[in-house]
């Protein structure tokens, strides 16, 4: 028994400082309850929320995602097109109108179909990304086209270890090569 002395002296001095430990965590968990218990008011609610660039909404308010007001703005915007188009055209051709409302809104899609390939896009790299994070990230956005080539391309080349963190910019429908050859190389 004297020869184990030091270790149960230890052990009992472990225990000791590890339910002091969590005695002190349970007392901080149940200070930052009781704050969060306290009700704030709604000028105090709005201020705390401004300050992390929130906003607050009532329970009963409609709140929509940004492709839902697209969507209902491109209605709207449809509505007041053919409400002027019937308008001004007799009511012998109410047709015409809407055969060319289609045709307006095709024109821009082709345009932004051919401008693609010189738009730059950002992306950032952070710390302990993957290959294939990397890969899904850029093919999202239109950076790279077909990914298994790429990460064919990229594995024959060893870059999995080899990929620097950073800001990087990228033409969509950028060369696979020319992709590797940044993301290898530090920003």
């Known amino acids: 028994m004297m020869k184990n002395r030091s270790f149960l002296m230890g052990l009992g001095i472990g225990i000791a400082a590890c339910a002091f430990i969590l005695k002190l965590a349970l007392i901080g968990q149940g200070v930052s309850e009781e704050n969060a218990m306290n009700d704030l008011s709604r000028t105090e609610l709005e201020e705390q929320a401004a300050t992390m660039n929130l906003k607050v909404y009532d329970a009963k308010d409609k709140v929509m995602t940004e492709e839902e007001w697209a969507k209902q703005k491109g209605a709207r915007e449809e509505k007041t097109e053919s409400g002027a188009g019937t308008a001004a055209e007799s009511p012998d051709k109410p047709n015409v109108p809407q055969n060319e409302a289609p045709d307006e809104p095709k024109q821009p899609t082709s345009e932004k179909k051919t401008e693609p390939s010189t738009e730059v896009v950002k992306y950032k790299v952070i710390q302990g990304a993957t290959l294939n994070d990397v890969a899904d990230h850029l093919t999202s956005l239109h950076v790279i086209q077909n990914v298994e080539a790429f990460l064919k391309e990229a594995n024959r080349q060893k870059i999995n270890r080899k990929i620097q963190t950073g800001t990087y910019e990228f033409k969509q429908n950028e ?10 190389s530090a920003p």
Do not use: F
């Open 175 to 184: 060369s696979t090569d020319s992709i590797i050859k940044k993301i290898t």
